[in-house]
């Protein structure tokens, strides 16, 4: 029984020392990509500084106003001016819908003898769209 | 086990046999025992000594082991922390008020030489002069072989001067990784921020600190490497800003003025949103103070802040305000203006030899600007308490900013308060101040009458300032000053729906080298609050040596000058402020379709 139980430890101890072998390495493994993963990222954050800093160097006033003075037969732009900014009273009402005719009309009618001539007006078949 | 008997029959029967007491046997051999039993427990307590010192001393050298190599590896982050989010730029990034980036911080390279790794120092040096055309070959050779071991050659490089040196193919030269100050809006705003230099320098990075404006005054926060990842946040609105600085520019070229400034604010909170000065320069290439030029034609000098003018009749209002808010005036008030006017020998004088008569109404004195009547206002105060009014309003103490230069502005004032300074000042003679100070004394008459210190910082709220002047003193204040723009002397700046209040002032330039004054050479400011019905921005512009010579003759006032310039400020502005006009039914009818002007031709 006893044997048994020494190569059982001795092979449980080789095992151990297999399996922290290699977590060791793992480990090691890990931070470097880690490490690879951090430099990624900060040569990506000065990159991210460095095209917001060509962002506001493109759009800076200046460039903007030359570009829409060569631009101008394009795009018209001018300075904002004081005239543009109106009141909700400056906007016209929607005009009506327009009569949108679908059937025939009928332009000719029977007079009447009888005295309600209200219905001698041309009649539409025409619909109105609400 | 097998133990040995104490009295063994054998040699007990034997010690008997002879007659020997047999209990000297037993005592022997209990002697016996007793040695061997104590010598195996002396020998097990060294053993477990043993045991326990050499776990003590592995443990001691395994800390020793561990101190000596911390104390003699170069320390380094710990790799094994979650990403570093907060590890970025050295220094804060400075933005505007609505986030748009004024200075920023870019990688660059240096390029450092150690002559001892060189491989073809004379090749090196003519190559280096050929990329670099105010680097000389010559000297650079004799400084590459002169037998040091380090010297630098630039600075800064760009990507294609670092990839030029790179195809020199010298072992000897090195690149050093820094960050370098980037204005990305050149000369925009340049008075406010400033500029950087690079302080300390090493191989692998290079300190960046402030020279000028707000870069050198809140250097340390800008540094801190708690905050560095948090830019700061000024109250200049770099669309304003551009604005602002194009219609002035256009100002001084017509004028031919030598420079101007300009400086728009908030009404309430004191917040800067605009601050020109011209002639300008560019902050990422800051050059040093000529000594030939005089220092306030320098680029770098910042007129709005560092200049101290005699602002003129921009004063009248704080004499008109302080003599209402005391009760001695109302704006209906006559008082005297009749010429001539002689004090202590002092005549006091009207601009250009005007004559308004035996008396005017306070309201009339300010909106046609009569020196006799302010004089007289003035002198119902007294001197001592105009002193303290000045004082409180802060016209007489550098401006409050966040800006290096501004606690050299000191105020030029006499010594001696007496009735004659008191007589001047009510005009804004013989009395310098800062622009600034002007604008945050408008701001404070404007809002109300609570004081209003300037600030270059935006934040959700500031604190309220105490009361200065009462609220009724404000409105009629502005009432008079709407009257000056109207039908006074500022009729350029009445820019339609805006209803901008405002008041002039001419001050003649003190001679160079002697006493009086140059009648040519004049400083016009125009100090604007608007709009009027509630004011909310307060724009003051000032010119140095304008003319304009559009009429028969030469024309050096205010009203022809910066008035003109800050009413076309104002008319680009409102509309970017939101401010929406007030325009009356005419106005409106004659709306423009400002978008399509060509076919308005």
Not at chain 1, 2 to 11: E, T
Not at chain 1, 34 to 53: C, G, H, N, P, Y
Not at chain 2, 333 to 361: A, C, L, M, W
Not at chain 2, 518 to 528: Q, R
Request: hydrophobic share 40%; charged share 20%.
């Amino acid at each position: 029984m006893r044997p048994v139980l020494y190569i059982l430890s001795f092979l449980a101890v080789l095992g151990l020392a297999f399996w922290a072998y290699r977590e060791n390495y793992a480990t090691q493994h890990q931070l470097k990509q880690m490490a690879a993963v951090q430099d990624e990222i900060a040569s990506l954050r000065d990159e991210i500084a460095m095209q917001k800093a060509e962002w506001a160097y493109l759009n800076r006033p200046d460039r903007l106003r030359d570009l829409a003075a060569i631009n101008f037969d394009r795009l018209g732009l001018m300075p904002i001016q004081p005239q543009q900014l109106g009141t909700p009273e400056n906007i016209a009402m929607p005009a009506p819908p327009p009569l949108v005719i679908t059937g025939t009309v009928d332009t000719s009618a029977v007079i009447d003898a009888a005295p309600n001539a209200a219905k001698a007006a041309p009649t539409s078949k025409g619909e109105q769209i609400p | 086990m097998i133990r040995t008997p104490l009295r063994p029959l054998a040699r007990i029967l034997d010690a008997r046999a002879k007659g020997e007491n047999p209990d000297a046997i037993e005592r022997e051999n209990v002697a016996i025992r007793n040695d061997a039993m104590r010598d195996k427990s002396r020998a097990r307590a060294e053993r477990r000594l043993m045991i326990l010192a050499f776990g003590f001393f592995i443990a001691f050298s395994v800390i020793g082991a561990r101190m000596g190599t911390l104390a003699a590896s170069t320390p380094t982050e710990p790799r094994t922390a979650a990403g570093g989010s907060d590890i970025t730029a050295q220094r804060a990034d400075i933005l505007d008020r609505n986030g748009r980036i004024l200075a920023t911080n870019m990688l660059t390279h240096s390029l450092y030489a150690q002559p001892r790794d060189m491989v073809d120092p004379v090749h090196a040096a003519t190559e280096l002069a050929a990329i670099f055309p105010e680097l000389d070959a010559k000297s650079l050779e004799r400084r590459f072989t002169d037998g040091r071991s380090f010297l630098w050659v630039r600075k800064v490089l760009s990507p294609e001067q670092m990839q030029k040196v790179h195809e020199i193919g010298d072992p000897g030269l090195y690149f050093g990784p820094r960050e370098m100050r980037l204005y990305p809006n050149g000369d925009l705003a340049a008075h406010v921020l400033g500029g950087a230099a690079f302080g300390a320098e090493g191989v692998d990075s290079a300190e960046v600190i402030g020279t000028a404006g707000i870069e050198k005054q809140l250097d340390a926060r800008l540094r801190d490497p708690a905050q560095s990842s948090n830019p700061l946040t000024l109250s200049i609105d770099l669309t304003l800003q551009a604005n602002v600085e194009e219609v002035l520019a256009t100002g001084v070229k017509t004028l031919q003025a030598r420079g101007a400034a300009a400086i728009l604010m908030d009404a309430h909170s004191g917040e800067v949103l605009a601050m020109a000065s011209l002639p300008t320069f560019d902050p990422n290439d800051r050059g040093a103070l000529d000594p030939q030029v005089d220092p306030s034609d320098n680029p770098l000098f910042n007129r709005a802040v560092q200049g101290v003018y005699e602002l003129g009749s921009t004063f009248k209002i704080f004499a008109v305000a302080q003599a209402m808010d005391l009760g001695l005036v109302t704006p209906e008030t006559q008082v005297d203006t009749k010429q001539p006017f002689y004090y202590d020998g002092f005549r006091i004088n009207e601009f250009d030899g005007h004559n308004y008569g035996p008396t005017k109404s306070v309201a009339d004195i300010i909106a046609v600007s009569s020196n006799i009547g302010a004089a007289h206002i003035g002198l119902m105060i007294g001197p001592e308490r105009q002193q303290a009014f000045l004082k409180t309003m802060g016209l007489l103490d550098p401006p409050q900013i966040e800006l290096f230069e501004a606690a050299s502005a000191r105020a030029l004032v006499p010594k001696n308060w007496s009735n004659i300074v008191t007589i001047t000042a009510s005009y804004g003679h013989g009395i310098s101040t800062s622009m600034l100070n002007l604008a945050a004394g408008y701001a404070t008459l404007a809002n109300g009458g609570l004081k209003v210190t300037p600030t270059l910082l935006h934040a959700a709220s500031h604190p309220q300032g105490p009361r200065i002047v009462s609220q009724a003193t404000s409105y009629a204040c502005i009432q008079m000053m709407r009257r000056v723009v109207t039908d006074g002397t500022a009729t350029f700046a009445d820019v339609p729906g805006y209803e901008v209040a405002g008041k002039t002032g001419t001050a003649e330039k003190p001679k160079k080298h002697g006493v009086g004054y140059d009648h040519d050479k004049v400083i016009n400011t125009f100090a604007s609050v608007f709009p009027a019905s509630d004011p909310k921005y307060v724009l003051v512009v000032t010119m140095d040596e304008p003319v304009e010579t559009a009429g028969l003759k030469p024309r050096r006032t205010a009203g022809y000058t910066a008035v003109p310039v800050a009413g076309e400020i104002i008319r680009r502005v409102g509309p970017l402020l939101g401010l929406r006009p007030k325009m009356d039914g005419a106005a409106l009818g004659g709306m423009v379709a400002v978008k399509d002007p060509v076919a308005q031709e």
